[in-house]
């Protein structure tokens, strides 16, 4: 006798609210926040050279994970939150 199980469990995305669009990018500090994989700051500096050059941001700050395996810490996530007006999450590979 076969038994199937099934892996998958539901999803409750209530429980997240998104945080509302920012309408303009001028005078605003960004964040650009890489998941440290290889390439993504390649990716980054280019990023921050468009970014730079198109919207007038007052600042673009650089963070990210140490570790690509593990969770950025609640620390870090928070420092980030008091830092920027937007955040840019960038995977590498």
């Keep these: 006798m076969l038994q199937f199980y099934n892996p ?6 209530s429980q997240y609210v998104l945080s509302q669009r920012v ?4 005078q605003k500090t960004v964040v ?5 994989k290889p ?3 390649i990716l980054f500096e280019h ?3 468009l970014i730079s050059q198109r919207f007038g941001v007052k600042e673009i700050l650089k963070r990210g994970k140490k570790n ?4 950025a810490p609640e620390k870090l ?6 830092e920027a007006d937007l955040v840019v ?3 590498g590979d």
Aim: aromatic share 2%; charged share 25%; with cysteine.
């Design 8 to 13: 998958t469990s539901e999803v409750k995305a």
């Design 23 to 26: 309408k303009e990018l001028r």
């Design 32 to 36: 650009l926040f890489n998941n440290s």
């Design 39 to 41: 390439n993504v700051d």
């Design 47 to 49: 990023l921050d050279e």
């Design 68 to 71: 690509v395996a593990l969770p």
């Design 77 to 82: 996530l928070q420092q980030v939150g008091k």
């Design 89 to 91: 999450c960038g995977v």
